[in-house]
């Protein structure tokens, strides 16, 4: 069982993972990683999102962060218990210049929202599962979306 400093070393470097530092994958993630997420903002309305490895798992972090001039996390609540992390975040972003689904904001804009990742960690303290339950319609809102293909 890990003990609540584990835990809480693992969350700070899953959110540090989302800020940028993919260099914690390999500490963080194990290699069967599964991803349990709705679907994501695209070009062109939204998209289905499948990750079943550490690598597909980089691969959804990468192009989430995809034209956003600044993208950080910080936490709001957290809990865990034994191999279970959850925490309550709020991203922090400012959009860049090429930021690929619709919105009304300018390169410079900063944006809010937030959301709730459940974690499950294997014997070893890395990352087995990620279930991610982002307030997406914050999203579109805070992004001045008027309405959403999916």
């Given at each position: 069982?890990?003990?609540?400093?584990?835990?809480?070393?693992?969350?700070?470097?899953?959110?540090a993972l989302?800020?940028g530092?993919?260099?914690?994958?390999?500490?963080?993630l194990d290699?069967?990683?599964?991803?349990?997420?709705d679907?994501h903002?695209?070009g062109?309305?939204?998209?289905?999102?499948v990750?079943n490895?550490?690598?597909?798992?980089l691969?959804?972090v990468?192009?989430?962060?995809?034209g956003w001039e600044?993208?950080s996390f910080k936490?709001?609540r957290w809990a865990a218990d034994d191999?279970?992390?959850?925490v309550r975040w709020?991203a922090?972003a400012?959009?860049g210049?090429d930021?690929?689904?619709?919105?009304?904001?300018?390169?410079?804009?900063?944006i809010t929202?937030?959301?709730?990742d459940?974690?499950?960690?294997?014997?070893?303290n890395?990352l087995?599962?990620?279930n991610?339950?982002?307030d997406?319609l914050?999203?579109f809102?805070a992004?001045?979306?008027?309405?959403?293909?999916?």
């Amino acid at each position: 069982m890990p003990s609540r400093e584990q835990q809480t070393e693992v969350r700070d470097a899953y959110l540090a993972l989302w800020s940028g530092d993919l260099s914690l994958a390999d500490k963080i993630l194990d290699p069967n990683v599964k991803l349990n997420i709705d679907r994501h903002p695209a070009g062109e309305g939204t998209a289905p999102v499948v990750a079943n490895t550490d690598k597909d798992f980089l691969g959804f972090v990468t192009m989430a962060r995809h034209g956003w001039e600044h993208f950080s996390f910080k936490v709001v609540r957290w809990a865990a218990d034994d191999k279970y992390i959850c925490v309550r975040w709020q991203a922090q972003a400012t959009m860049g210049k090429d930021y690929k689904p619709p919105t009304s904001l300018k390169p410079g804009d900063q944006i809010t929202w937030n959301g709730t990742d459940f974690l499950v960690l294997n014997d070893s303290n890395r990352l087995v599962e990620i279930n991610i339950a982002q307030d997406m319609l914050e999203l579109f809102h805070a992004l001045g979306a008027k309405s959403v293909a999916i």
